[in-house]
């Protein structure tokens, strides 16, 4: 995919929310919490000041971190996908042949993934597993305890 990143809709929307946040809110109030600290005097000895620095610093590097992305994002439509294969951005219903428990995950890129959220990168050994499979198929995935078999009860995408 040269070079491209994969994303969904509302992961790159996500992302914009989350630089504008960072340029309009984010910034000018380090920039203000700098300033005051730099007004109580000697800065080698100011943790207020020293704090306010490194959290611009995480900011600028934040920042410059999405800019870079940002043209190298591919949106890939997910609305006018109906399959009973799983891709990127199809929200996966699995069941657990072991233990009978039901997991579901959508797969999605590397910069919006989120476990606790279910949201699981292409790039991931689960997603991996699964990718081209069908609804019905059953899958060994390996994990870190060794692997596990599960039964791809559900494909789905919004």
Do not use: W
Request: glycine letters at 8%.
């Amino acid at each position: 995919m040269d070079g491209k990143i994969p994303i969904t809709k509302q992961g790159l929307e996500n992302l914009k929310e989350e630089l504008n946040t960072l340029l309009g809110r984010e910034r000018p109030a380090i920039q203000k919490a700098i300033a005051e600290a730099r007004a109580h005097g000697d800065l080698r000895e100011n943790a207020e000041y020293h704090a306010a620095k490194e959290r611009q610093s995480f900011i600028e590097g934040r920042i410059q971190e999405i800019n870079a992305k940002m043209a190298n994002f591919h949106v890939v439509e997910l609305g006018q996908k109906q399959s009973d294969v799983v891709a990127f951005g199809a929200i996966v219903t699995l069941s657990n042949l072991e233990t009978e428990e039901t997991l579901c995950y959508q797969i999605v890129g590397p910069d919006e993934a989120d476990i606790k959220a279910n949201r699981i990168s292409y790039q991931s050994p689960i997603a991996r597993a699964l990718i081209g499979r069908r609804h019905g198929d059953v899958v060994k995935v390996v994990i870190p305890r060794g692997s596990v078999e599960v039964e791809i009860s559900g494909v789905e995408y919004r």
